[in-house]
């Protein structure tokens, strides 16, 4: 089976503007997670879709949006950026029948300047 | 608020030492999960621990589950440089299917 894929892999923005980073989950994966990764910080717990639902919610921004498709593929929107939201962002994707374990892509390296 | 405590935060170890990282909280967890993660890349899972009190070896890493579930333990055998990395915990709580991920042990083994 392919593993988790995000695109892309790098990206470039200034401040003000916004940006969606996508991910597919492994197939028949139907959870899918979304982290934000930052030397200060760490991973910190974005959002979790399951079935097309979101289920759970970090303590981010209302800047800090997601959705999921029928196909279970998942994208994540960061409008009015700013220099604060340069970070790693993952995905992880989890099988319904073992949500306790996820497997997460390369992530996508986002700069803000 | 849930927390994942890692100790150390950081270790420099020459190759073939031993080591062991630990991951502590007040929770309880359904199942605890242990990743390394190489710079610029995503945690790879390593190992799920899911029973108190349960051991898992995978070659020469060592996994132990608290017998609360609260705890957990890594212990690796003669380190190698190839087992540099950012050595996460990572708790997960069914009823709520949440994960909590640990502070993180940044390891750099010398040749």
């Known amino acids: 089976k392919a593993g988790v894929t995000q695109t892309p892999r790098y990206l470039i923005k200034t401040r003000g503007q916004q940006v969606t980073l996508s991910c597919s989950p492994i197939s028949g994966h139907r959870s899918v997670s979304w982290y934000q990764q930052t030397p200060g910080q760490g991973l910190q717990f974005l959002f979790e879709?399951?079935?097309?639902?979101?289920?759970n919610k970090g303590n981010f921004p209302g800047r800090f949006s997601g959705r999921q498709f029928s196909n279970s593929r998942s994208e994540m929107n960061v409008s009015t950026l700013e220099l604060g939201d340069s970070a790693l962002y993952l995905c992880?994707?989890?099988?319904?029948?073992?949500?306790?374990?996820?497997?997460f892509g390369p992530g996508t390296r986002l700069l803000v300047l | 608020t849930q927390l994942l405590e890692q100790s150390p935060q950081f270790l420099s170890i020459q190759e073939g030492e031993n080591l062991t990282v630990y991951c502590n909280s007040s929770?309880?967890?359904?199942?605890l999960q242990w990743y390394r993660q190489e710079p610029g890349e995503g945690p790879v899972l390593l190992v799920t621990?899911?029973?108190?009190?349960e051991v898992k070896k995978l070659k020469r890493l060592t996994f132990q589950f608290g017998d609360a579930r609260k705890d957990s333990s890594l212990h690796i055998t003669a380190a190698q440089p190839g087992d540099t990395g950012l050595y996460l915990c990572a708790g997960f709580t069914s009823g709520t299917y949440k994960y909590i991920f640990g502070t993180g042990t940044r390891l750099k083994v010398l040749a």
């Open positions: 621990v899911v029973t108190g009190g």
């Open positions: 929770s309880v967890f359904s199942s």
């Open positions: 992880a994707s989890s099988s319904s029948t073992s949500l306790e374990t996820q497997y």
């Open positions: 879709y399951f079935s097309e639902t979101q289920r």
